[in-house]
């Protein structure tokens, strides 16, 4: 498994950074502009990415204030989980994205750029979003 791994620190409450990603739907609002064709619900999402690719996710585990991981379903390219992991500093929030990847040694080559900025991209995006 090859991880991709991105942190930041927001300048909210635990409960309302966790309370913004436990919504799928607002995820769409971290994604880079690669991403097309995005429609969720509170626990899923699909989108394709630069028209190639489609990729359905589901949340797979759930823990308020802490992790929110999220899985690829039906027919995954490779198989991958994103997880975001909270920690509480005063009245700020730790966020670590996490990109968990099984990836053969080709895919690894093509993939791992394009997968850490996506990780980079959606902690900025975050940072952004909430302050």
């Known amino acids: 498994m090859t991880t991709f791994e991105s942190k930041t620190v927001i300048n909210k409450p635990i ?4 309370a913004f990603l436990n919504d799928v739907n607002n995820h ?3 994604m880079p502009e690669t991403v097309s064709n ?7 999402a699909s989108f394709n990415i630069q028209n190639m690719l489609k990729l359905y996710l589901k949340v797979t585990e759930r823990t308020p204030n802490n992790t929110i991981r999220i899985g690829a379903i039906q027919n995954p390219p490779f198989p991958l989980e994103v997880c975001w992991i909270l ?11 996490t990109i968990n990847a099984n990836l053969n040694m080709m ?5 791992s750029g394009p997968l ?3 990780a980079d991209h959606e902690t900025d995006a975050l ?3 909430l302050g």
């Open 15 to 18: 409960d309302e950074v966790y």
């Open 28 to 30: 769409q609002q971290l």
């Open 38 to 44: 995005w429609s969720s619900t509170n626990d899923e």
């Open 87 to 97: 920690s509480a500093s005063g009245s700020q929030t730790q966020a670590t994205f």
């Open 107 to 111: 895919m690894k080559m093509m993939a």
């Open 116 to 118: 850490q900025k996506l």
């Open 127 to 129: 940072k952004q979003l």
